[in-house]
């Protein structure tokens, strides 16, 4: 098995290896005594794991922090991506009392070291953990410092990453306007990176900002009638279409490169999107066929989620679920969905 091991291990060489793919994982999973340079590259693998499955990303993250760096003679660096690693595994279990200190922790040793990258890694987390616990402002600061700190590297991806982390977090302050002219920047830089994760979640994100105003019309509407919910109708119509193009651009994508988790987020996303427009425009008069599309989008979402293996996802399915099933007019469907979120 080692023999097979160092074999797909050789292959990796000269490529990219922190996508999530099979090959990387066993290069990772096979390393005993890894060098600073190979635990940098371990860190993004195990983050970018998430996409694919979660038991296989903590499974890297848990190998990578058992290596003994007094042992091994590694350097403070890999200390501070030990760290960083800890509270990514925290933040993902959605622990962030635990993970807080962790990052705040290994942002003050990078910070001592001096080191330009790590120091906007472990800010480009630390802003992760806080943006979980709606500290939005202090948030924003670490996100647009991170980018700076990607910038000065030249590290176009995580360049990316990290603006659309401030956009997402300029979202959850009603900003979407701006953010929206944010991921529209972003979609030709993370098109000249080529990195496929960055091609599936900018289009995700356009989708979601899109989305955004498709319900502010939805919702204008519904209190609304004669000319002026005509005017709404057009604009439904259109930020409709426009969230619908970037999530089928996003899942294209994911599927095509086994992402899972952008596929059923933009699954669950289309699937609110297409309720909320047939309701819009045909009331309570939705055909078998329209009622129908909403199982074929929830028979294309189970499988996916439970390859992702994570709890947070299962209660997502469970309530798109229940959606449905109201949709449907099946309620006791929909009361079981609700009690396997309990």
């Known amino acids: 098995m080692l023999l097979f091991h160092q074999y797909l291990a050789a292959q990796t060489d000269g490529i990219n290896r922190t996508m999530p793919?099979?090959?990387?994982?066993?290069?990772?999973?096979?390393?005993?005594?890894?060098?600073?340079?190979?635990?940098?590259?371990?860190?993004?693998?195990?983050?970018?794991y998430f996409e694919v499955n979660y038991?296989?990303?903590?499974?890297l993250g848990e190998h990578m922090m058992a290596i003994d760096v007094e042992t091994t003679q590694l350097s403070e660096t890999t200390v501070v991506r030990q760290l960083y690693m800890k509270a990514l595994i925290f933040n993902k279990k959605q622990q962030n009392e635990q993970a807080k200190p962790l990052a705040e922790n290994a942002l003050e040793r990078a910070?001592?070291?001096?080191?330009?990258?790590?120091?906007a890694e472990t800010k480009s987390m630390l802003g992760r953990i806080l943006a979980d616990r709606q500290k939005i402002q202090v948030a924003l600061q670490l996100f647009n410092e991170?980018?700076?700190?990607?910038?000065?590297?030249?590290?176009?991806?995580?360049w990316v990453k990290n603006r659309i982390y401030a956009a997402r977090v300029l979202g959850y302050i009603d900003?979407?306007?701006?953010?929206?002219?944010?991921?529209?920047?972003?979609?030709?830089?993370?098109?000249?990176?080529?990195?496929?994760?960055?091609?599936?979640?900018?289009?995700?994100?356009?989708?979601?900002?899109?989305?955004?105003?498709?319900l502010q019309y939805y919702n204008k509407i519904r209190n609304?009638?004669?000319?002026?919910e005509r005017s709404h109708l057009d604009s439904i119509g259109l930020y409709y279409g426009r969230s619908?193009?970037?999530?089928?651009?996003?899942?294209?994508?994911?599927?095509?490169?086994?992402?899972?988790?952008?596929?059923?987020?933009a699954l669950m996303e289309q699937i609110d999107n297409i309720i909320y427009y047939d309701n819009a425009i045909k009331g309570n008069t939705k055909n078998a066929v329209q009622l129908a599309s909403y199982s074929n989008f929830l028979k294309e979402l189970q499988p996916i989620v439970d390859g992702l293996n994570a709890d947070e996802f299962k209660l997502l399915y469970f309530f798109s679920a229940g959606k449905v099933a109201v949709e449907q007019s099946d309620y006791a469907t929909s009361i079981d969905y609700g009690e396997k979120m309990v």
């Open 111 to 119: 910070e001592k070291l001096g080191d330009t990258r790590l120091i």
């Open 244 to 265: 619908s193009d970037y999530y089928e651009q996003s899942k294209s994508i994911a599927k095509k490169h086994n992402y899972r988790k952008f596929r059923a987020i």
């Open 224 to 228: 609304n009638d004669s000319e002026e």
């Open 55 to 59: 038991d296989s990303a903590f499974a």
């Open 21 to 48: 793919t099979s090959e990387n994982f066993v290069w990772a999973m096979s390393l005993e005594n890894p060098t600073d340079e190979e635990v940098t590259e371990m860190v993004p693998l195990a983050e970018n």
């Open 146 to 158: 991170a980018a700076d700190g990607f910038g000065m590297v030249k590290d176009s991806v995580n």
């Open 175 to 214: 900003s979407w306007e701006v953010a929206l002219k944010i991921f529209e920047q972003l979609l030709p830089v993370a098109q000249r990176t080529q990195n496929t994760l960055l091609l599936s979640e900018v289009p995700y994100w356009m989708g979601v900002a899109n989305g955004h105003f498709f």
